[in-house]
């Protein structure tokens, strides 16, 4: 009897298991910002239709890892058509006073080639620290999106190679499926 009893809550926690994926499943904050090209990009509207890469910075530490992020995403899938790519550092934390001043310096040093990819959010970054479970200011946060804004997959940190290899075989996975998951 006791064996038999654990054999069936087995199989209902198999079967809740796939229930409960879904029940934790968080999305992206709406947002709105201006990338460094001059485009008005809406989130999660700009990832209709595409598997959606946004590497995020809270801190001017973490725009090293940023940097790093993009770099190698846009070598490898820069091309990508089921996929939309975007750098996004957040400004919500620093003064009103010289957030224009640092979205200019952004300007001047992010090449042309990158800079509609590349999104400054000066609003609250609250909601988007709960969604990366923001813990450290130093690093990027990667979120793997689908066209909804629904988080797939992340990471944290420097794109290390077994890093940025989980990375890949998580996004090539997606982007064979047609986004879905």
Known sequence: MRIRGR??????????????????????????????????????????????????????????????WGRLITADYGQASGLAYFEIPMLGGAPKMVRGMIIKGMGSSVPAAERPHFIPLTEDDKPWRAVAHYDKANDAYVLLVDGEGVVLWQTQGDPTDAAYFAFKKKLDGFLAAGGAH
């Open 7 to 68: 054999a069936v809550f087995s199989i209902l926690l198999t079967l809740a298991m796939p229930c409960a994926a879904t029940w934790a499943q968080v999305s992206i904050p709406k947002a709105h910002g201006t990338s460094l090209a001059g485009t008005a990009v809406m989130l999660p509207d700009a990832l209709k239709g595409k598997v959606g890469v946004l590497v995020l910075g809270f801190s001017h530490a973490s725009q090293e890892q940023v940097a790093n």
